[in-house]
């Protein structure tokens, strides 16, 4: 094997979301930025749980196009959120749960 091929890491298919780009809960993403779904956030209780399923239902998996498109004002409260091709509204609560990446991957629109 050659030297420097032993120095490289393992070859990452093109446009793959890489694991080394922050994450953060949907809440927090600022309007209008592009970013794909990473996955949900532990449910700290039954109530959550339900959340979390119902999240799960309406399409937030894991590398799903989401962005907030508007929010409430003055408190962001609720969020219009796009999911792939729907938009549902969601409180902050109910956004804290879902974990994203920000970012434009696999040659997606803005």
Not at 22 to 43: F, K
């Amino acid at each position: 094997m050659h030297p420097d091929h032993a120095r490289q890491g393992p070859a990452q298919p093109e446009g793959r979301i890489s694991d080394q780009l922050p994450t953060l809960n949907l809440d927090a993403l600022p309007g209008a930025t592009p970013a794909h779904v990473v996955g949900l956030n532990e449910a700290a209780n039954a109530g959550q749980q339900e959340l979390v399923l119902r999240l799960m239902e309406i399409g937030f998996l894991p590398g799903e196009p989401v962005s907030i498109v508007a929010a409430g004002f003055p408190a962001r409260d609720p969020l219009a959120v796009r999911i792939g091709q729907a938009t549902f509204a969601l409180r902050r609560h109910e956004a804290a749960l879902v974990r994203v990446r920000p970012g434009v991957f696999n040659g997606e629109k803005a």
